[in-house]
């Protein structure tokens, strides 16, 4: 496939899961929750996870605001960690992380991402990055803190 067939299949997919998000919304009550900002760009994610008893992610959902990047990056997130462990989650934030200040990952790891993978070509703009991982960011965030179960 041509470079400019695979940019065009990127951005589509980007603008997909902005216009259609995949688990926008709120859950009726979550176990991790966390609101995250991104001041330079507007960015706002409010991050809800419910973890059932063997620390798997059952639900998870967003709300928040801000640019397509970010809108999208949440939506691939939430797709890409439901039914994952609480560990194999924060091992998939940490390679998307990477990924986005331009370290390398194997092609499992990436895999592992599902649509978030291609987000690799906005290391290309750096003002970006942040819109970027605020999601992923959010993910870490709220599967460390203590559940507000507790």
């Given amino acids: 496939m041509g470079l400019e067939k695979l940019n065009s299949l990127y951005r589509e997919v980007i603008l997909d899961h902005a216009q259609n998000p995949h688990n926008k919304g709120k859950l009726a009550s979550a176990s991790h929750q966390i609101t995250l900002n991104n001041p330079t760009c507007g960015d706002v994610i409010n991050l ?24 999208a990056s949440a939506s691939m997130m939430t797709e890409a960690v439901k039914g994952k462990t ?44 942040k ?17 507000d179960e507790d």
């Fill in 48 to 71: 809800q996870i419910n973890l059932d008893d063997t620390d798997k992610i059952e639900e998870v959902a967003y709300t928040g605001e801000g640019c397509t990047i970010s809108q």
């Fill in 86 to 129: 609480k560990e194999e989650a924060l091992k998939m934030a940490k390679t998307f992380s990477d990924m986005a200040i331009g370290k390398k990952h194997s092609e499992a790891d990436l895999k592992e991402l599902g649509d978030a993978q291609i987000l690799t070509s906005i290391m290309e703009f750096p003002a970006r990055i």
């Fill in 131 to 147: 819109c970027a991982t605020l999601a992923w960011w959010a993910l870490q965030r709220a599967l460390l803190q203590e559940s």
